[in-house]
């Protein structure tokens, strides 16, 4: 919008220069016809040596006018209704068709009328002219005066043909866009219109512009480099365009001719031929298909993988070997855990990274032969690295395969390490060959060497075959567990706040009962009291009433504490339930030594309801020993009571 903004800007401004008395010379009117009003009117100005905002006009009427070619020399007039006959698609969307307007104005010295003094009223087109809008600036002021809905449209119509805009042929209902806001104005005398009042007042037929044709890579589009703040992160430069099945990674749109239009102005849109300069001249292997419409192709992947382009052909695959992966030949591979796409990274030396500081892979499988860097990320469902993790690395899995662990390193399902050097691993089920240092969490542990200064967490069992070091940690803890340790601290939480919650309303229930009890022998007074007066007729006094009317309400209140302490009673039992069902797999628990216990050495299981740690040291020198809980007391009533016990593995 916009385009005549400045045009009755400058109406408005040259209204006031007019008001203000620029120029004193007389103007007489005149009437004459005319199909350019702005043009007439600038004519007339110059003619009389005045300016032409000091000149207004009065539209006395108007005559349309038709050639069916722009070839003939004679204009038709249309009358009336006729314009019906020529208002079609078919007929204004040719070309050849003409029309225009004739209007007979009245030209005279502007003058301000009272009842338009403080309304600022503009009208405005788009780029085409085939849409106009009329805007009623917010601070306008309506005032009431006879026929004001008639002369506001005729104040449209005139902006609309000092803009060379027709009238009467594609005009919209612009009474009703006007008739309330004339009748608030009728019943308050004036109205200030409190924001901008916006409506369409013609529109007439838009073109449709011709569409060029374009083939769109879109598996390109998905590996241009991320931004993060207004940097640019090269490292992900897509050396592996991965797609997933059924993904859409080539689109080509056909060229498409447009719709020519015809504006308000009456004139011809047309609209230029589609330029068609990327019709595909490529070929696709089975492994993607085609789908055609009359619009476009769309080429879609029929499996998971990766494109390659070669020979002329677009093809899919899964597998790919590399040499390396490093920030200076690949940069980080970004192909997805769910694209099928496995990468063997075949750098063997173990002076080299096979995958190199700060880079990210993610694949469905990676297999590694050598080494992971500093700071390098790897994700995958399947992860095998046969060299050695850097500390600052971090792995996730849903499998993994490692040979020597230093970094970090989550699975969901198994985790295999060779030899832990100091390495933290997080799975549902760790096997560990060889551990020095490091710390283990997983639901159940397997090492079959333990060195020294190890940390392991376990749910259900800790298996050890043999013990060579000192000052080792074996723990039997569900919260240390990341898929458990946000809802068991949830859950601790609820029945600490509940508890809290119950004590402080049974203190308050327990002091209205002592209230109750106390109050009740002289509320039975009261009332044998009330019964003696009705049988002697005697009104009962307000007093014993109002003391009845407040035992009762004290009854209430001590009915509804209940309510609220068993409600929460029942919220810290259910809470309760699931944390003591986690407990069960910790009462079951068990940490098993095939060989030898070392100095050192501590074994601990922390129960979660009550919350108790129990410690136990082994004594060194012993062996085949495995350390569980043992129930010494508690019974259905009673919360049940713990120790830690060892016996014979077997036995």
């Given amino acids: 919008m916009g385009l005549f903004d400045k045009v009755f800007k400058g109406d408005n401004k040259k209204s006031k220069e007019a008001k203000k008395g620029e120029e004193s010379g007389a103007f007489t009117p005149v009437v004459v016809t005319t199909d350019d009003v702005p043009q007439t009117l600038q004519e007339t100005a110059l003619k009389h040596k005045i300016n032409s ?26 009358e009336g209704d006729d314009w019906d006959k020529f208002n079609k698609p078919e007929i204004l969307l040719n070309p050849n068709f003409r029309v225009k307007q004739d209007h007979e104005i009245e030209i005279h010295k502007y003058k301000e009328e009272p009842w338009s003094a403080d309304l600022l009223l503009h009208i405005a087109a788009n780029k ?124 080509y749109v056909k060229p498409r001719m447009g719709k020519p239009g015809r504006n308000c102005l009456g004139e011809f849109i047309p609209v230029k031929e ?51 992966v490093s920030f200076k030949k690949t940069g980080s591979i970004d192909a997805g855990v769910e694209t099928e796409v496995k990468l063997h990274i075949n750098e063997k030396d173990s002076m080299k990274d096979a995958i190199g500081t700060g880079v990210e892979v993610e694949a469905t499988e990676v297999k590694v032969e050598g080494n992971v860097g500093a700071s390098a990320v790897v994700t995958a469902e399947e992860v095998v690295i046969g060299g050695q993790t850097h500390q600052s690395s971090r792995i996730f899995a849903d499998h993994a395969r490692v040979n020597v662990h230093r970094g970090f390193l989550q699975t969901k399902d198994l985790a295999e390490v060779t030899r832990v050097e100091g390495g933290f691993v997080e799975a549902k089920e760790a096997k560990i060959a060889q551990m020095i240092g490091g710390e283990v969490k997983a639901m159940t542990v397997e090492v ?84 003696q007066d009705r049988k002697r007729g005697i009104q009962p ?22 309510e609220e302490l068993h409600g929460l009673e029942a919220k810290r ?75 014979e593995i077997g036995a």
């Fill in 53 to 78: 905002g000091m000149l207004d006009i009065r539209l006395l009427g108007t005559k349309t006018y038709i050639k069916m070619d722009a070839k003939e020399d004679d204009w038709i007039e249309v």
């Fill in 128 to 251: 085409e002219k085939n849409r106009i809008v009329c805007t009623l600036k917010s601070g306008s002021i309506l005032r009431d005066t006879e026929e004001l809905t008639k002369k506001l449209v005729n104040l449209i119509h005139k902006k609309m043909v000092r803009s060379r805009v027709l009238i009467g042929l594609w005009d919209l209902d612009i009474e009703s866009k006007i008739d309330e806001l004339a009748a608030k104005a009728k019943v308050q005398g004036q109205y200030i219109v409190p924001e901008d009042h916006r409506f369409d007042v013609a529109v007439c037929f838009a073109a449709q512009p011709s569409v060029d044709d374009e083939l769109i890579l879109r598996y390109k589009q998905k590996q241009q480099p991320q931004e993060e703040g207004d940097r640019i992160d090269y490292s992900k430069r897509g050396f592996i365009q991965a797609v997933e099945k059924g993904e859409v990674i080539i689109e």
């Fill in 274 to 324: 589609p330029q068609e300069n990327h019709k595909p001249d490529f070929r696709v292997s089975d492994n993607i298909e085609t789908d055609e419409t009359d619009t476009r192709i769309l080429y879609r992947a029929k499996r998971g993988g990766y494109v390659v382009f070669d020979d002329g052909t677009y093809d899919i695959r899964d597998e790919m070997e590399l040499e390396e």
């Fill in 448 to 531: 079959e060497l333990l060195g020294a200064n190890a940390r392991i967490y376990a749910v259900s069992r800790i298996e050890i075959r043999k013990m060579l070091g000192e000052n080792n940690k074996l723990i039997i803890d569900a919260a240390q567990i990341d898929a458990y340790h946000n809802e068991i601290l949830s859950l601790e939480e609820e029945v600490e706040r509940l508890e809290k919650e119950i004590e402080k309303l049974g203190e308050k229930l327990g002091e209205r009962e002592e209230l109750a009890a106390k109050s009740e022998s002289a509320i039975q007074s009261l009332k044998q009291k009330i019964l």
């Fill in 541 to 562: 006094r307000p007093a014993f009433v109002a003391k009845i009317k407040q035992f009762q309400k004290l009854g209430e209140q001590i009915l509804t504490l209940k």
């Fill in 573 to 647: 039992d259910e809470a309760k339930s699931r944390l003591l069902a986690y407990q069960e797999m910790i009462i079951h628990a068990t940490v098993a030594n095939h060989g030898e216990w070392k100095e050192y050495t501590t074994v601990e299981f922390h129960l979660l309801y009550p919350q108790v740690t129990l410690e136990y040291t082994p004594e060194a020198g012993k062996a085949g020993q495995e350390i569980y809980l043992k129930k010494v007391s508690g019974d259905e009533e009673e919360e049940p009571v713990y120790e830690i016990a060892v016996r």
